[in-house]
Nanobody
Framework: QVQLVESGGGSVRAGGSLRLSCLAS????????MYWYRQTVGNAREMVAYIGSGGDTNYKGFAEGRFTISRDNAETETALFLQMNNMRPEDSGVYYC?????????WGQGTQVTVSS
């Protein structure tokens, strides 16, 4: 079964850093864009960052300059990362990785991130 599994969430103080990882169980993801999304309390799920198959990236305004998305396309699986620096309390929420597999957008189960002031 093809799936995406996130890890690396946790608690950090404001100004600190976290690195999220997502392992996608198929190399098919390597040919398509991948994304990090998040859902903060009281808000709809929103895109955080995007990375194309060729490594081009795009960030939402709040992530620009603080977060870095990257990927590693291996032979049988694809890994996606999100390095988050200078974190703020408003970054708290559930973070999801997402990618396209055979014309279907798949999602991970999410990983909780909590930033305390």
């Amino acid at each position: 079964q093809v799936q995406l599994v996130e890890s690396g969430g946790g608690s950090v103080r404001a100004g600190g850093s976290l690195r999220l990882s997502c392992l996608a169980s198929s190399s098919d993801f390597s040919r398509n864009p991948m994304y990090w999304y998040r859902q903060t309390v009281g808000n709809a799920r929103e895109m955080v960052a995007y990375i194309g198959s060729g490594g081009d990236t795009n960030y939402k305004g709040f992530a620009e300059g603080r977060f870095t998305i990257s990927r590693d396309n291996a032979e049988t699986e694809t890994a996606l990362f999100l390095q988050m620096n200078n974190m703020r309390p408003e970054d708290s929420g559930v973070y999801y990785c997402s990618g396209w597999y055979r014309n279907t957008q798949l999602w991970g189960q999410g990983t909780q991130v909590t930033v305390s002031s």
